[in-house]
């Protein structure tokens, strides 16, 4: 199975070609001069064709427009961001006649458009990002689908778990978010050209063609909802996924911290390069700078992300402050950096099998499991059979004993006295070796049977679905970049077109 980078890398040049590649790669050049010039483009050959412009003045225009392209191109060409800003460019190329493309146009729909295209890119960015990471996180899953780790809950151990069960655990949160990135995508690639300022315009503009051009699914619907509503809502929609995937990579790393902590971890950072970093003052240190600035990354991406967010709050509708399309990349682009830095944690982890099995071997994380046996094979309620193991545990931890070395004699007594007064056996059900093996951590994960669970048929099985999952994702970033590709190249033709004077 190819790495999440190579898969997206073999995909792309399968289908589009090196082209392609290329201009995914690019989408930092697709900025609002870009789109504005798309508009611009867009405007021209649909006007001209079908009536709402003189077909004798559009080579013309266009002449002025791809000299204005040609110059904002140039290492230090003007690229205004603004419709205000480009059409005196524009003008001065051409004259006053260009503004006759300006026929049911304002900033207001312009705007929203380019916007919502510049958020679609960087949304196929994270999206991206995403799959490189869970690739990875997946990836590792499987390679440890038969370490036994101790997890833990209200950070106590709790439990022996498989390690590659506890990463597809964390792999299914990042596929929510993935989930949440095709789901905004499709929201917010909507057209909104041809809505003008807030009802519409007496001009029969072509608004599905405009969208077909510019690479847009469909259109935004309501006139009102284009620039005054929606256009305020996809900042905040995509703050809440990047909120998720901060705090996704956050408590990861949390729990490698919590590693950090210990004398002597069974999860730890390779040591060297930028993962760690001996300490200044006291030599035996080796400092996790890698955990210390993913975890700062996210923190700054749920920084950055409550700024839409905070923003818009209190405004009449179509307000600028949660619009601005540099602060929402610059938000786009800290979630980016989080799963980045996540993916450099997992390729950086390094898990001593045996200290795990140590640790789970040293406390009672398997205690749960005679409470259960007690009760599926010998009926015994549950919580006289959980009263049977937490009085096992207290005389173990009184005494300095771990399950391993732990007197079957003692369990003997503490059962009977545990039962005594009641209708359960009055002996201890289980032979010494059966008790030894309800106690081993290996043989617990091996025996569990529900659906979800770290035994080894069902570890094969959601490891499978995951990759499915992760190809579906790695498909769709595909094919939503061939639309938009195949839409503009489609769009240069038709300008191209339109010939020169």
């Given amino acids: 199975m190819p790495s999440g980078t190579r898969f997206a890398a073999v995909l792309l040049a399968d289908i589009f070609g090196q082209a392609a590649i290329a201009m995914s790669q690019e989408s930092s050049a697709r900025d609002e001069f870009f789109w504005l010039a798309q508009m611009n483009k867009a405007s021209l050959v649909i006007n001209s064709q079908e009536g709402l412009l003189d077909p004798g003045i559009a080579p013309g225009i266009a002449e002025a427009l791809r000299e204005v392209i040609a110059s904002g191109d140039t290492p230090d060409g003007e690229r205004p961001r603004t419709v205000i800003s480009f059409e005196p460019?524009?003008?001065?190329?051409?004259?006053?006649?260009?503004?006759?493309?300006?026929?049911?146009?304002?900033?207001?729909?312009?705007?929203?458009?380019?916007?919502?295209?510049?958020?679609?890119?960087?949304?196929?960015e994270l999206a991206d990002q995403l799959h490189v990471t869970t690739t990875t996180l997946v990836d590792l899953a499987e390679r440890h689908a038969g370490t036994v780790v101790p997890n833990y809950t209200n950070g106590v151990a709790a439990q022996p778990n498989s390690f590659g069960h506890y990463l597809l655990g964390h792999a299914a949160g990042l596929d929510r978010d993935a989930q949440r990135i095709r789901e905004a995508y499709a929201r917010i690639d909507r057209s909104a050209m041809g809505t003008t300022v807030l009802n519409g315009t007496s001009w029969p503009l072509n608004r599905q063609r405009m969208a077909d051009y510019l690479g847009f699914a469909g259109l935004v619907e309501n006139a009102y909802d284009a620039s005054q509503i929606s256009s305020m809502d996809h900042p905040v929609e995509v703050a809440s996924i990047i909120t998720s995937v901060a705090l996704h990579g956050g408590n990861f790393v949390e729990d490698v911290m919590t590693q950090y902590a210990q004398t002597r971890p069974w999860m730890l950072l390779e040591e060297g390069g930028d993962n760690t970093y001996v300490s200044s003052a006291m030599p035996q240190k080796r400092n996790p700078g890698l955990l210390n600035n993913t975890r700062s990354d996210a923190s700054q991406a749920i920084v950055l992300a409550m700024g839409p967010v905070i923003q818009t709050p209190n405004i009449t509708p179509g307000m600028p402050d949660p619009k601005s399309a540099s602060d929402n990349a610059g938000m786009v682009d800290a979630g980016i950096a989080v799963l980045s830095r996540l993916d450099a944690v997992l390729n950086a982890l390094v898990i001593d099998e045996e200290r795990a099995l140590e640790e789970l071997n040293s406390d009672w994380t398997a205690s749960q499991e005679i409470a259960d046996r007690l009760m599926r094979d010998h009926g015994l309620p549950f919580r006289e059979g959980h009263h049977v193991a937490s009085e096992i545990v207290t005389y173990a931890r009184q005494n300095g004993l771990g399950p391993l070395d732990f007197p079957y004699p003692e369990a003997q007594r503490i059962y009977a006295e545990a039962v005594m007064g009641t209708d359960a056996p009055a002996e201890l059900p289980f032979a010494e070796d059966a008790f030894r093996e309800i106690l081993d951590p290996e043989a617990i994960i091996r025996a569990r049977a529900t659906s979800g669970g770290p035994q080894p048929d069902e570890m094969t099985r959601m490891i499978d679905t995951a990759r499915t999952r992760l190809d579906d994702h790695g498909a769709w970033i595909v094919e939503r970049r061939e639309v938009v590709t195949a839409a503009l190249l489609t769009l240069d033709e038709d300008f191209e077109g339109l010939g020169q004077n």
Wanted: proline letters at 0%; hydrophobic letters at 45%; aromatic letters at 2%.
């Fill in 89 to 124: 460019l524009l003008i001065e190329a051409g004259g006053t006649e260009v503004t006759l493309l300006h026929a049911g146009r304002s900033s207001q729909d312009m705007h929203a458009t380019f916007r919502a295209a510049m958020l679609r890119d960087k949304l196929l």
